[in-house]
T-cell receptor, first 114, second 108 residues
Framework: KAGVTQTPRYLIKTRGQQVTLSCSPISGHRSVSWYQQTPGQGLQFLFEYFSETQRNKGNFPGRFSGRQFSNSRSEMNVSTLELGDSALYLC?????????????FGPGTRLTVL | KNEVEQSPQNLTAQEGEFITINCSYSVGISALHWLQQHPGGGIVSLFM???GKKKHGRLIATINIQEKHSSLHITASHPRDSAVYIC??????????FGTGTRLQVFP
């Protein structure tokens, strides 16, 4: 089975722009979670999607949003980028909702905001 | 104070040594995850625990719910075990809270 894939792997944007990141889960997995990792804050939960519905959201501003499609692929969008949004963005997929199952992580998208 | 604390922050070991990484948490949880992150950034889920003990190869994870504490043990450590080990707790229905990680370096 193919693993979790994320595109693009690297991205450079400037302040004020918006960005869309994509995550394709393992075939058959319906839950996709998104995480932000920075040197200062470490790993932080962004949100989880299951069957096209957002189940929960972490403590991030409304500039961070996401969605999930009927094939379980997920996208996250960050609008009006700030320097502090520079981070590694990771997604993880699992069979069931609620992060009660093993999470399979993608390689991440490294976003640099200049 | 962080809700999830790991110790030590950094750990160096000689190949073959027995290693213990600790995770303490201050909130009620329904499950605890141990994750491994290699220098390239990729994360692998090692264990998910809600009670007791789990073993996979040279890795053993234990959790004591009453004491709010978990340990990850590596027996017969090897240089390829060098990575950052992260503890994460599941609090509430759908959220993971992460520890700051333990950086392990194993020298031959």
């Amino acid at each position: 089975k193919a693993g979790v894939t994320q595109t693009p792997r690297y991205l450079i944007k400037t302040r004020g722009q918006q960005v869309t990141l994509s995550c394709s889960p393992i075939s058959g997995h319906r839950s996709v979670s998104w995480y932000q990792q920075t040197p200062g804050q470490g790993l932080q939960f962004l949100f989880e999607y299951f069957s096209e519905t957002q189940r929960n959201k972490g403590n991030f501003p409304g500039r961070f949003s996401g969605r999930q499609f009927s094939n379980s692929r997920s996208e996250m969008n960050v609008s009006t980028l700030e320097l502090g949004d520079s981070a590694l963005y990771l997604c993880a997929s699992s069979l069931v909702a609620g992060i009660t199952d093993t999470q399979y992580f993608g390689p991440g998208t490294r976003l640099t905001v200049l | 104070k962080n809700e999830v604390e790991q110790s030590p922050q950094n750990l160096t070991a000689q190949e073959g040594e027995f290693i213990t990484i600790n995770c303490s948490y201050s909130v009620g949880i329904s499950a605890l995850h141990w994750l491994q992150q290699h220098p390239g950034g990729g994360i692998v889920s090692l264990f998910m625990l809600s009670s007791g003990k789990k073993k996979h190869g040279r890795l053993i994870a234990t959790i004591n719910i009453q004491e709010k504490h978990s340990s990850l043990h590596i027996t017969a450590s090897h240089p390829r075990d060098s990575a950052v080990y992260i503890c994460a707790v599941k609090r509430g229905p759908d959220k993971l809270i992460f520890g700051t990680g333990t950086r392990l370096q194993v020298f031959p």
